[in-house]
């Protein structure tokens, strides 16, 4: 069957990620599978329930992603095109040659550009900040994750070319359209409450403990959370999200030609910067237009049981999200539980994303001359 997962590797994935839950550091979490366009599987473990709704953090890049590739399948943008052609705004400081490639596969040169709370939820006052933004390096020199400011860029970029703000946009012409009702961009602080999972620290020892104020741990304020940071506050659930990456491929509503312009290779290295922000790590990573793709090297938590096509995004600190075009396999696992440091580089911590990560892509036994060549050196 097209649409089906070994039934077996499927009960030891549910098996991994529910010990972390019940024996583990983990005080919830959502797990879905998703192949042939419909929903294999479900599950909610802990103190949540199948309707809550998680802080996607990096695994809601592939949906900013998709946003992107929706509007250059339409016509309304080109990757050469030069940011500041679009946003005059920016362009002070030596920023008139980035490209919006550039800002796409985070060669721009601004990764920590600043563009914080309460100046976010107004729109004069970020254009201004992208005018007082200046370069690190130039632009196109070097690998690093921008963490914020390519997806501040990004969202103004989609309201001058389709004149909705980002979170309508995402709405109406992506959520709505596909039926995915529980992702949502700036979710007042009133409906925060029992339908978006807290976040909660797994690792505390003393009741003084604070977490660090910075990264993940930034969006904990329920305002922050509100105001709609583009690339980190999104959110969903686990179903909604393996949902999304099937629509990218069956729902029609993106053209196959841009999905595949959006996927390709554009650069393929190990990122510059601090372990904490991205950086580094042993294997290289490969980027297409604002998602992660496996490569060659399955870099940024990716699995390296699916195929070099694989792409999609590792958010802080044990979640993922994933789409394998040749497999068909889409597949969402999201937590609420966070080390007070935000990232959780510990062995088991690293172990738990890998096999989580390993054991899902590998749901669907693999098919073309790798496999064979396994078969062939078993049998002879």
């Known amino acids: 069957m097209p649409d089906s997962v070994d039934p077996l590797?499927?009960?030891?994935?549910?098996?991994?990620?529910?010990?972390?839950?019940?024996?583990?550091?983990?005080?919830?979490?959502?797990?879905?599978?998703?192949?042939?366009?419909r929903l294999v599987a479900f599950e909610t473990y802990g103190d949540a329930h199948p309707g809550t709704r998680y802080v996607l953090q990096s695994v809601g890049r592939s949906i900013v992603a998709g946003v992107v590739w929706k509007l250059i399948g339409e016509g309304l943008l080109e990757v050469g095109e030069r940011i500041a052609a679009i946003i005059p705004e920016f362009a002070p400081n030596g920023k008139e040659a980035v490209t919006?490639?550039?800002?796409?596969?985070?060669?721009?040169?601004?990764?920590?550009?600043?563009?914080?709370?309460?100046?976010?939820?107004?729109?004069?006052?970020?254009?201004a900040a992208f005018g007082r933004w200046r370069l690190d390096y130039p632009p196109g020199s070097r690998f690093q994750?921008?963490?914020?400011?390519?997806?501040?860029?990004?969202?103004?970029?989609?309201?001058?070319?389709?004149?909705?703000?980002?979170?309508?946009?995402?709405?109406?012409?992506?959520?709505?359209?596909?039926?995915?009702?529980?992702?949502?961009?700036?979710?007042?602080?009133?409906?925060?409450?029992?339908?978006?999972?807290?976040?909660?620290?797994?690792?505390?020892?003393?009741?003084?403990?604070?977490?660090?104020?910075?990264?993940?741990?930034?969006?904990?304020?329920?305002?922050?959370?509100?105001?709609?940071?583009?690339?980190?506050?999104?959110?969903?659930?686990?179903?909604d999200v393996a949902r999304y990456f099937q629509a990218l491929v069956h729902s029609g509503l993106w053209k196959p030609e841009a999905v595949a312009e959006g996927t390709r290779i554009r650069l393929t290295g190990h990122p510059y910067g601090e372990q904490i922000y991205g950086g580094g790590g042993?294997?290289?990573?490969?980027?297409?237009?604002?998602?992660?793709?496996?490569?060659?090297?399955?870099?940024?938590?990716?699995?390296?049981?699916?195929?070099?096509?694989?792409?999609?995004?590792?958010g802080a600190a044990y979640q993922l999200g994933f789409m394998d075009p040749e497999s068909g396999l889409s597949f969402a696992c999201l937590s609420n539980g966070y080390p007070l440091a935000g990232y959780d580089r510990t062995p088991h911590g690293t172990a738990l994303l890998t096999d989580i990560a390993n054991l899902a892509a590998g749901l669907v036994g693999r098919t073309g001359p790798a496999a064979r060549r396994d078969r062939t050196t078993l049998s002879g």
Do not use: N
């Not at 550039?102 to 976010?120: D, N, S």
């Not at 995402?170 to 029992?194: F, N, T």
């Not at 290289?284 to 694989?310: E, H, I, K, Q, W």
């Open 9 to 37: 590797r499927l009960d030891a994935l549910l098996t991994r990620i529910r010990r972390e839950v019940e024996h583990g550091p983990l005080p919830s979490a959502q797990v879905a599978v998703a192949r042939g366009g």
């Open 100 to 127: 919006v490639e550039q800002v796409l596969t985070h060669t721009a040169g601004f990764p920590f550009a600043p563009l914080g709370h309460p100046k976010m939820l107004d729109r004069e006052q970020r254009l």
């Open 282 to 314: 042993s294997r290289r990573t490969s980027m297409g237009l604002f998602v992660t793709v496996a490569g060659p090297d399955a870099g940024s938590s990716l699995p390296s049981t699916g195929s070099p096509a694989l792409f999609g995004s590792a």
């Open 145 to 239: 994750f921008h963490l914020t400011s390519a997806a501040w860029l990004i969202a103004e970029i989609v309201e001058r070319r389709t004149g909705l703000a980002f979170a309508d946009y995402l709405r109406e012409r992506i959520a709505r359209p596909l039926g995915l009702s529980s992702l949502e961009l700036g979710v007042p602080v009133d409906q925060q409450p029992g339908t978006v999972a807290p976040m909660l620290p797994t690792d505390r020892t003393d009741d003084d403990q604070e977490p660090d104020p910075w990264g993940p741990w930034y969006l904990s304020d329920p305002k922050v959370l509100a105001a709609g940071e583009p690339s980190h506050a999104l959110v969903a659930t686990a179903a």
